[in-house]
Nanobody, 124 residues
Framework: QVQLVESGGGSVQAGGSLRLSCAAF??????MGWFRQAPGKEREGVAA????????YYADSVKGRFTISQDNAKNTVYLQLNSLKPEDTAVYYC???????????????????WGQGTQVTVSS
C-alpha cells in the first residue's frame, strides 16, 4: 500500500505560479503522475514521471508551463505550475503505481494509489 500526501494548492491570479508536492509513503513508487478535475469535467492526466528513469510526460495543454520533478531521497514528486490560466482551475490529484512499465503514463487506469486532492484556483 502506498499512501500519498499532497500539499501546495491555493489561489493565484492568472500568470502566477504554484508548486504542488506529493510525498509517497509505504513503498517506492515507480511511476507518479498528476491529474486534475475541473467542475463538470472528467479527470485528466497532466504530467507523469517514471521515477527510476526520470522520463517525463505532459498533456499538451500544460507543456511549457508545468514541470514535474522528483526528489528520490524524499520519495516526493513536485509539480511546478507557471503561467497559470483560469482554465487550470481544478482539484489536482497525485497518483502512484509500483509498476514502471506503463503504457499510458497520463492514463488513470495505470495508477492504483491516489492522493486526496488539492484545490488550485486561478482568477482572471
Amino acid at each position: 500500500q502506498v499512501q500519498l500526501v499532497e500539499s501546495g494548492g491555493g489561489s493565484v491570479q492568472a500568470g502566477g505560479s504554484l508548486r504542488l508536492s506529493c510525498a509517497a509513503f509505504g513503498y517506492t513508487a515507480q511511476c507518479m503522475g498528476w491529474f486534475r478535475q475541473a467542475p463538470g469535467k472528467e479527470r485528466e492526466g497532466v504530467a507523469a514521471i517514471i521515477t527510476g528513469l526520470g522520463n517525463t510526460y505532459y498533456a499538451d495543454s500544460v507543456k511549457g508551463r508545468f514541470t514535474i520533478s522528483q526528489d528520490n531521497a524524499k520519495n516526493t514528486v513536485y509539480l511546478q505550475l507557471n503561467s497559470l490560466k483560469p482554465e487550470d482551475t481544478a482539484v489536482y490529484y497525485c497518483a502512484a503505481d509500483l509498476n514502471f512499465l506503463v503504457a499510458q503514463p497520463l492514463g488513470e487506469s495505470e495508477y492504483r494509489f491516489w492522493g486526496q486532492g488539492t484545490q488550485v484556483t486561478v482568477s482572471s
